[in-house]
């Protein structure tokens, strides 16, 4: 498998294609797109559009909060808030720390390569693994997308024909006259007797629309990067431990074992001498035996030169993935560096959303809202949980080096090869870790405290509704 296989795989699929669409709303520009002044301009002006539609929701959400005394709208417009501002805090890491995550990005998709060395038979199929898990989650997260967004828009459709006589039972008296949107997000267009009626249900399916593929699209983006960066650690694990395979043994040409005692030798002397006096008559002449000792010499020499050659091959690829281990360390601390804020609003989100989503489900009546927040619980649920999975997973296999670097067959490899694993071993035993701020790490214990807290916050909620 060459390096250009390995980079068209990755990067048209999978990571590239989710560049492609920041880039389209003016977000991870790279140089090849700030030459052209005209496109320039314009990614620049959809990207302001897209932090005004995120700002517009939050303070809009609120708004709507306070103006409401539904005691259902409240709660659920209070679940809202939270999602927005989690989208808008994603948005943000991204437009501030764009050279990280393009560097990130680069990173993921050559570090697959080993600098360059072909992938051998058992390092092809983990590769293929986390390309296919990749493609998987993909998947998972446009579908309900789509989903989403259709659930969003069957309910924005209605609206064209409403009237105040039909409605005037849905809102109490501060809000009479005005229609429901679908994301719980006040404008001053709302009035039911507004001509322009029809214009802001449009502008709202497009701000909609951009806020959830934003929204899909970070989140893509976040687990893509983890996932991958677990990879390249299994990955380098994987081919330390088949180093010995791949470059031959690398000890000196001399036999492994214990040296033999004197009776052995003895014993060894007398079977030459027997097998001598059995071939008797066939003893070979002087000149056979020269040829002999030729040969063997320069059995010898090929043998002590192929010895040498795999000696130095094993040394130099040892020196790459000691190299390779280096930036693949560097580059998880700038992933940590960058997905802190995001995590740490997307755990603290998330302990609420959880709660509050599992409280709408056993109190409201209405099958269509019933089918929404069902659906909505379970998103966030996997999106939470898949993050901390592949977190974890991302912890273990950067442990999982040093054990590759044991099975390496250490014990047989010159003392100076045994010294340069050390690196290795030594740096292997602190695993890679993803931080949330007061929250710890994210794992899957952190999982487990968080289907805890949210399964308080339920408890809370029906009591108090219960009073």
């Given at each position: 498998?060459?390096?250009?296989?390995l980079q068209?795989?990755?990067?048209?699929?999978?990571l590239r294609f989710?560049v492609r669409?920041?880039?389209t709303?003016?977000?991870?520009?790279?140089?090849?797109?700030?030459?052209?002044?005209?496109g320039h301009?314009?990614r620049k002006g959809?990207?302001?559009?897209?932090?005004?539609?995120h700002?517009q929701?939050?303070?809009?959400?609120v708004i709507?909060?306070?103006i409401?005394?539904d005691?259902s709208?409240?709660?659920?417009?209070l679940g809202?808030i939270?999602?927005?501002v989690?989208g808008?805090?994603?948005?943000y890491?991204?437009?501030?720390?764009?050279?990280?995550?393009?560097?990130?990005?680069?990173s993921a998709e050559v570090?697959?390569?080993?600098n360059g060395?072909?992938l051998?038979?058992?390092?092809?199929p983990i590769?293929?693994?986390y390309?296919?898990?990749?493609?998987?989650?993909?998947?998972f997260?446009w579908?309900s997308f789509?989903l989403?967004l259709s659930s969003?828009?069957?309910?924005?459709v209605p609206?064209f024909n409403?009237?105040?006589e039909n409605h005037?039972?849905e809102?109490?008296?501060?809000?009479m006259?005005r229609?429901?949107?679908?994301?719980?997000?006040w404008?001053?267009?709302?009035?039911?007797?507004?001509p322009y009626?029809?214009?802001?249900?449009?502008y709202?399916?497009i701000s909609v629309?951009?806020?959830?593929i934003m929204?899909?699209?970070?989140n893509?983006l976040t687990l893509?990067?983890?996932v991958?960066f677990?990879?390249?650690?299994?990955l380098?694990a994987?081919?330390?431990?088949?180093l010995t395979?791949?470059?031959g043994?690398?000890?000196?040409?001399?036999?492994?074992?214990p040296?033999?005692?004197?009776?052995?030798?003895?014993e060894?002397k007398?079977?030459s001498l027997d097998?001598?006096?059995i071939?008797v008559d066939d003893?070979?002449t002087p000149?056979s035996?020269?040829?002999?000792?030729k040969?063997?010499k320069?059995?010898?020499r090929?043998k002590s030169?192929?010895?040498?050659k795999f000696?130095?091959?094993?040394?130099?690829?040892?020196?790459?993935?000691?190299?390779?281990h280096?930036?693949?360390?560097k580059?998880s601390?700038?992933l940590?560096a960058?997905?802190?804020p995001i995590?740490?609003?997307?755990?603290?989100?998330?302990?609420?959303?959880?709660?509050?989503?599992?409280?709408?489900?056993?109190r409201?009546t209405d099958?269509?809202?019933?089918?929404?927040y069902?659906?909505g619980?379970?998103?966030?649920?996997m999106e939470?949980?898949?993050?901390c999975w592949?977190?974890?997973?991302l912890?273990?296999?950067s442990?999982m080096?040093?054990?590759?670097?044991?099975n390496?067959?250490?014990?047989?490899?010159?003392?100076s090869?045994q010294r340069s694993?050390?690196?290795?071993?030594?740096?292997?035993?602190?695993p890679?870790?993803?931080?949330?701020g007061p929250f710890?790490?994210?794992?899957?214990?952190?999982?487990?405290r968080?289907?805890?807290?949210?399964?308080?916050?339920?408890?809370?909620l029906?009591q108090?509704?219960?009073k």
């Open positions: 498998m060459s390096r250009s296989y068209e795989k990755l990067q048209i699929p999978i989710n669409v920041l880039q709303f003016g977000l991870l520009l790279d140089n090849s797109l700030i030459t052209n002044r005209h301009v314009l959809i990207m302001y559009f897209t932090i005004f539609i700002i929701f939050i303070f809009g959400s709507e909060l306070f409401s005394n005691e709208h409240q709660f659920e417009s809202l939270l999602s927005y989690k808008a805090m994603q948005l890491a991204l437009i501030f720390s764009g050279k990280n995550f393009l560097d990130l990005i680069k570090n697959f390569s080993m060395k072909p051998g038979k058992t390092e092809i590769f293929d693994s390309v296919q898990t990749a493609n998987r989650l993909a998947r997260m579908v789509v989403t969003v828009f069957f309910e924005l609206t409403v009237s105040v005037a039972n809102f109490d008296s501060q809000v006259g229609r429901n949107t679908a994301y719980k997000v404008t001053p267009f709302q009035k039911l007797n507004n009626l029809k214009l802001d249900i449009i709202e399916m629309t951009i806020f959830f929204f899909t699209t970070i893509l893509m990067l983890i991958f677990a990879g390249h650690f299994n380098l994987e081919c330390i431990e088949n395979n791949e470059t043994d690398v000890t000196n040409t001399e036999p492994i074992g040296k033999k005692s004197k009776s052995s030798l003895n060894e007398w079977e097998q001598q006096r071939g003893l070979k000149d035996v020269d040829s002999k000792n040969d063997s320069r059995k010898k090929d030169a192929e010895s040498l000696r130095n091959e094993a040394k130099l690829d040892l020196r790459q993935y000691i190299e390779h280096r930036k693949l360390l580059s601390e700038k940590n960058v997905l802190s995590m740490f609003m997307r755990i603290l989100s998330a302990v609420v959303i959880f709660g509050f989503d599992g409280f709408y489900i056993t409201t099958k269509v809202m019933l089918l929404r069902v659906a619980l379970l998103y966030s649920i939470t949980g898949l993050t592949f977190a974890s997973k912890s273990l296999q442990e080096v040093g054990e590759g670097v044991y390496c067959r250490w014990c047989s490899k010159p003392i090869f694993l050390r690196f290795i071993i030594m740096r292997a035993q602190r890679v870790a993803l931080s949330v710890g790490t994210l794992s899957m214990e952190l999982f487990a968080i289907l805890n807290s949210a399964y308080s916050y339920f408890t809370v029906t108090f509704h219960e």
